[in-house]
């Protein structure tokens, strides 16, 4: 789990069909010494993973990555150019325990597209 260590959710606010939290990285998380040292970037798996937290916290349920059908990478990020991040999540119900999901995660004002993404989850 990345949330509480790696990033913290400052805040939630949902509007017509989306979820958005606003997200603050941890610069001095142990994953940026290694990815990279001097330079850190936000590694992508934790991009997606950042996205799967805020959807179980959205659902009060652990979910299970099945599939993901896109996840476009449009700009680096890094906890010093970005140590704020907004995260507009919409999670559709295919079935009882199958969700949909569309993200992006962008800079707060939404100016900045830092990835794309679509994904398909399970619960646990």
């Not at 850190?40 to 959205?58: F, H, K, S």
């Not at 999540?89 to 199958?98: M, P, Q, T, V």
Request: contains cysteine; aromatic residues 8%; proline residues 5%.
């Amino acid at each position: 789990m990345l949330i509480g260590d790696f990033f913290t959710i400052e805040q939630i606010t949902t509007n017509d069909d989306e979820t958005l939290y606003l997200t603050k990285l941890n610069a001095d998380h142990e994953i940026y010494k290694g990815h990279f040292p001097g330079d850190p970037i936000c590694p992508g798996v934790c991009n997606v993973q950042t996205i799967r937290e805020c959807a179980e916290q959205q659902l009060g349920k652990k979910l299970r990555i099945d599939s993901i059908a896109l996840c476009r990478f449009a700009a680096l990020i890094t906890p010093q150019n970005a140590p704020q991040l907004l995260i507009a999540l919409h999670i559709e119900e295919k079935d009882e325990n199958n969700y949909l999901a569309t993200a992006k995660i962008t800079s707060p004002d939404s100016s900045i597209l830092y990835l794309e993404y679509k994904g398909e989850y399970s619960a646990e």
